[in-house]
């Protein structure tokens, strides 16, 4: 199989292509991604020279490029999007040219260039909160807060539509937080890791009780490759980790893991439209063979350890680009 990866070079994707090559030799991918402040070849290191992987510096917006690149793939595994909900807030518009804009020009690549089939990988955001104790399934209704996870959901719409207007084969993957190696260290985890790692302060949103659903990286990436390899074409599926914690419960175990005393948790001001709960179903894909196998205390420490072991990784990141925005909207 010939694979079109967009936002390869990000967490949850660069992650995905070294999973597929690793468990289905003789595949090919070709990484399409620009390159903004979360993009990091650093983290396809150990691949990079592998004939079955290559790699396009380019936006998903542009057309052209990417139309000579993709010629001869199979299929388009979208991962390329602007990310983090606190950025969307501040900056919200290039949300909407990547994540939506974005989507549709791969829809349409996929559409005229007969590429047989396209992955859209999408957020239990969508669904919005959760909170009356109610777990959400793939049939329920559409309800974003903010304008990252509504950029997703009007995409997973734009993706239901070629499915249903033009045949296209399609499929949508909603998974829940995920965390681990090489997460940028804006994100929750990475960012109270990374911080407590410094003695620095944890910036725990509200009252720190807002519950995230956690997936171990690697678990979502088995679940993507399970949809490819066996979705059926026009379903979406949920990846859940079947994990719901409070924040302040994982603030609390990540301090423990490191030895640091619990007063380096700062309760600072909410985030606005912050959802209470995140919590999806993942009956439908264990119906196609997908289990989870990373427990939330095994991958929790893991990753802990990587961001122990790893320091020149975010030590960088954490300086640079990540330093100035931080400084411009939180300081
Ligand atoms: P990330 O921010 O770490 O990486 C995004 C990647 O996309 C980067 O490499 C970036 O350079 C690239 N990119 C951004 N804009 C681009 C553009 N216009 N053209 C080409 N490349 C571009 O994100 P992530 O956490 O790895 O998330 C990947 C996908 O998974 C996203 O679509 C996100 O919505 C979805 N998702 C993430 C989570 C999570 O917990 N991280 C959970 C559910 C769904
Ligand atoms: P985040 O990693 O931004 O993921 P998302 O908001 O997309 O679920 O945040 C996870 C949770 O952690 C969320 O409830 C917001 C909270 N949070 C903090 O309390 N402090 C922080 O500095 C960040 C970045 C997040």
């Known amino acids: 199989m010939k694979i079109v990866v967009t936002g390869g070079a990000g967490f949850i994707g660069s992650h995905f292509i070294k999973y597929i090559l690793k468990k289905h030799p003789g595949y090919k991918i070709l990484n399409v991604d620009k390159l903004t402040y979360a993009g990091n070849l ?33 299929v ?15 900056e919200p518009e290039v949300f909407l040219k990547t994540d939506v804009f974005g989507t549709f020009n791969l ?13 859209q990988i999408s957020t239990d955001e969508v669904y919005g909160s959760a909170d009356y104790g109610e777990t959400f399934t793939e049939e329920s209704r559409l309800n974003p807060s903010s304008p990252y996870s509504a950029s997703k959901a009007a995409a997973d719409l734009l ?37 407590a790692i410094e003695d620095k302060k ?23 490759d399970t949809v490819l390899h066996k ?18 419960f ?3 175990k990540i301090l423990k893991y490191l030895g640091k005393s619990e007063e380096l948790i700062q309760f600072v001001n909410d985030r606005p439209g912050h959802d209470r709960r995140y919590s999806i179903s993942c009956e439908k894909i264990k119906r196609i063979g997908w289990r989870q196998k990373t427990s939330l205390e095994d991958g929790l420490r893991l990753t802990v350890e990587w961001y122990r072991d790893n320091r020149q990784w975010w030590e960088k990141i954490k300086s640079g680009e990540f330093l100035k925005y931080y400084k411009t909207h939180y300081k």
């Open 42 to 74: 650093e983290n396809l290191e150990e691949i990079k020279d592998n004939p079955d992987y290559s790699f396009v510096k380019e936006d998903i917006c542009n057309r052209k490029t990417i139309e000579n690149a993709i010629s001869g793939y199979d």
């Open 76 to 90: 388009i595994v979208n991962f390329a999007a602007e990310s983090h909900v606190d950025r969307s807030i501040n």
């Open 107 to 119: 829809l349409e690549i996929c559409r005229t260039r007969g590429i047989k089939k396209y992955i």
């Open 159 to 195: 993706v239901l539509s070629y499915y249903k207007t033009y045949k296209m084969s399609i499929n949508i993957v909603r998974s829940s937080n995920n965390y681990g190696p090489n997460q940028y260290p804006e994100k929750f985890i990475p960012l109270f890791v990374t911080n």
């Open 202 to 224: 944890l910036p725990l949103y509200g009252d720190g009780r807002n519950v995230r659903d956690w997936l171990f990286v690697m678990d979502n990436c088995a679940g993507i």
């Open 231 to 248: 979705g059926v074409s026009g379903e979406i599926y949920n990846i859940a980790g079947e994990s719901e914690r409070e924040n302040i």
């Open 250 to 252: 994982i603030a609390k």
